[in-house]
């Protein structure tokens, strides 16, 4: 039984917790939910007439997230834009989930099955991009595909094609850029997950008259299915927002939704839309996730 | 006195040597059985591993037929060879030289997925993802087999090893007992001609070990399949196998049945690792060898002359007054307690020691004191001369 000092220490070391997370909380206070709910303020007011917002209540906003109003009398109409926007989003970080999914689990798998000496080298090396700013990373990849960038340039030189392959400025140029920029998202949980992998399982699996595919199919993949479902969330959460990217390689027409909410605080000076469309984004990925989570974790843990 | 093993020593044993043992063994051991029945055969396997100056030969050209249906042990300590042969079997590794056949058929080159043969690995490698039902039906399943027969075998496994009741838990919710009994009834589900068992006993304590050693003969006697045995427990083998290969240094030294192995050693290694053992130096002589202190005593030395090493067990070493008829002056030098037996060490007039094993008294004292002048006798055609 506790006894009366017993219970005053227990509570004077909560009290303690607390006073020593203040200083975090209030930033995470300020910096994460404050925003936050100034940006769903913002997506129910009217629009200001040169940017910002009106206070005026106003679902404006989100109406507009799928409907534009036509100049001359006013209907709504379906926003063919936004949803092309919208898809392609969907679509390139769908696509490039996958794409570095497919690249990065045989790397993780080599990674992992190396000797622990040659293992952190392998892990250092993958770090490395990190070093140095996005903008510049990405300035670079145009510099590699551009119609006069150094593929281009060589394919040319040595003659295999006549006229430059046109890359730049095309969900290609997206894809490859948020491909090489999240690769490193993808390998590092990867790598965990294959590195708990007992190996000794697979001569299990061969044993018991599984091909190798079957053995990846029914055993590898299984059992390092929360590294994949980490790996794709670090990677698909950032691309649905990715901004840079697509601004620097996909020029101004292939806009993601990043691109999209910037034009609206931007030139478009329709805040209350743009804070709409942060919101709905930030609802759809939350959803999405949900669904993911439950559909990855299904199975594999009766008590989940 | 008591030896460890002598692995450099036995390097120069030659497969020669071996190759007469099969021969002989096929002549009046093998009786009527032929060799197209034999579940399991290795011709002149041998794997290397590592490359150039560092090669390291596992196994060393051996040759051994395993018959259907019987229980068969690969006995050793570690590093002698039998896991890499067991890994050969089942296709994990592939031979640097030789031949392997299963029922018949070469299967030397093929994946392990190809060979009709299952694993008790001794981590057991159950999959965590799967439950108990579906680790046993996980052969089946990859097979192709329907999924009502994969069921019904299921349920005949889980009866087999009496864990009915744990069908749906998760391999991690059970004891390392019932792990073991998954791993096994997930190896015999697919009804493989040979179950290969890697040292599947050694992770479980004393108790369990014993239960497990009695279950495990009882599941062979009832499925009838042949069982590949690796241990490095000499008593584990003599208990339940039918036939014991004793393997060291990448050979297998000696193969027979337990009682065979125990009581006709064929070498200093084996005499050595199974049980305790006293080796004596001695010369042949006509009727039998002289011993370094002079005594002659009566042993089939097959007329061989020069220096000789016989092998006698502390068991069959008789302890009596110096002048009894027969008696080997000696000395006692001490004596060790060991609950159900008496160790005493004895010294001979040449000064070599020898160990005698007397049941103990009520009291568990020693009934003899050290420095007692005694005699020592040897149970008629005790004393083994070995092939060294």
């Not at chain 2, 497969?15 to 002149?44: F, P, S, V």
Request: glycine share 10%; hydrophobic share 45%; aromatic share 8%.
């Amino acid at each position: 039984m506790a006894s009366e000092a017993e219970r005053a220490q227990a509570a004077a070391s909560t009290r303690n917790a607390w006073l020593l997370s203040t200083p975090a909380l209030v930033l995470l206070f300020c910096a994460a939910a404050g925003p936050l709910l100034i940006v769903l303020v913002y997506s129910f007011l009217a629009k200001g007439d040169y940017g910002g917002v009106a206070w005026n209540f106003s679902t404006d906003g989100w109406v507009g997230i799928l409907f534009s109003r036509d100049i001359f009398d006013d209907t709504l109409q379906l926003a063919d834009a936004h949803l092309t926007i919208f898809w392609r989003s969907v679509k390139i970080s769908l696509l490039t989930t996958l794409i570095t999914f497919a690249l990065g689990f045989p790397t993780a798998w080599f990674i992992a099955t190396r000797p622990p000496k040659a293992r952190a080298m392998w892990l250092f090396l993958i770090t490395i991009p990190f070093w140095t700013n996005l903008l510049i990373r990405t300035f670079a990849i145009n510099e590699m595909i551009r119609n006069e960038g150094v593929v281009n340039s060589f394919l040319q030189g040595i003659g295999l094609i006549s006229e430059p392959i046109r890359m730049i400025n095309t969900d290609l140029a997206v894809l490859i850029g948020m491909t090489y920029v999240y690769l490193p998202l993808m390998v590092l949980p990867l790598f965990a997950a294959i590195d708990r992998f007992d190996m000794r399982l697979l001569e299990a699996g061969y044993d018991l008259y599984a091909s190798r595919l079957q053995v990846l199919r029914h055993v590898i993949l299984p059992i390092v299915k929360p590294g994949i479902v980490a790996g794709s969330i670090l990677v698909f959460v950032p691309s649905l927002g990715a901004y840079v990217t697509p601004r620097v390689l996909g020029g101004g027409k292939n806009m993601m939704i990043g691109n999209f909410i910037e034009l609206q605080f931007g030139q478009g000076r329709n805040w209350p839309l743009g804070a709409a469309l942060s919101i709905a984004l930030l609802l759809i990925v939350m959803i999405a996730l949900i669904f993911y989570v439950r559909a990855a974790t299904k199975g594999s843990n009766p008590h989940g | 006195m008591r030896e460890g093993p002598r692995f450099l020593l036995l390097n120069r044993i030659g497969c020669t040597q071996y190759d007469q043992n099969i021969r002989k063994m096929k002549t009046h051991d093998r009786g009527d059985l032929l060799a197209e029945t034999a579940a399991i055969m290795a011709k002149g396997v041998t794997k290397a591993f590592g490359q150039g100056e560092t090669v390291v030969r596992a196994l060393d050209n051996v040759s051994c037929e395993i018959r259907t249906g019987e229980f068969f042990t690969l006995l050793g300590p570690s590093g002698c060879g039998k896991t890499t042969l067991l890994r050969l079997i089942a296709g994990f590794e592939m031979p640097t030289d030789g031949q392997i056949l299963i029922d018949g058929q070469d299967v030397t080159g093929q994946p392990p997925n190809k060979r009709a043969v299952n694993t008790v690995f001794q981590s057991y490698a159950l999959f965590p993802h799967l439950s108990v039902a579906e680790n046993i039906g996980f052969g089946l399943r990859m097979k192709g087999i329907a999924r009502a027969e994969i069921d019904r075998t299921v349920k005949e496994m889980l009866a087999l090893v009496k864990l009915e009741a744990m069908a749906g838990r998760r391999t991690s919710q059970l004891s390392g007992g019932q792990q073991q009994r998954v791993a096994l009834a997930r190896a015999l589900a697919p009804r493989p001609k040979v179950l290969l068992l890697d040292e599947p006993l050694s992770a479980l304590d004393l108790k369990l070990r014993k239960e497990m050693q009695v279950e495990l003969k009882r599941l062979q006697t009832e499925t009838g399949i042949t069982f590949v045995f690796v241990t490095h427990d000499q008593e584990e083998a003599l208990t339940m196998s039918d036939r014991i290969a004793v393997m060291s240094a990448g050979r297998i030294q000696q193969l027979g049945a337990p009682r065979e192995i125990y009581t006709r050693p064929r070498n200093r290694f084996v005499a050595s690792f199974i049980g305790d053992t006293n080796f004596l130096g001695a010369t042949g002589v006509p009727g039998g060898a002289k011993l370094g202190s002079g005594q002659v005593i009566a042993v089939d030395t097959g007329g061989k002359g020069g220096q000789i090493t016989l092998a006698v067990r502390p068991e069959h070493v008789e302890i009596t007054t110096p002048d009894a008829e027969g008696a080997i002056p000696a000395e006692v030098h001490g004596s060790v307690y060991f609950g159900t037996d008496m160790n005493y060490q004895i010294a001979l007039a040449d000064g070599s020691e020898i160990e005698a094993c007397v049941q103990s008294g009520v009291t568990g004292e020693a009934q003899i004191d050290r420095g007692a002048k005694v005699g020592i006798r040897f149970a008629p055609g005790s004393v083994l001369m070995l092939e060294d």
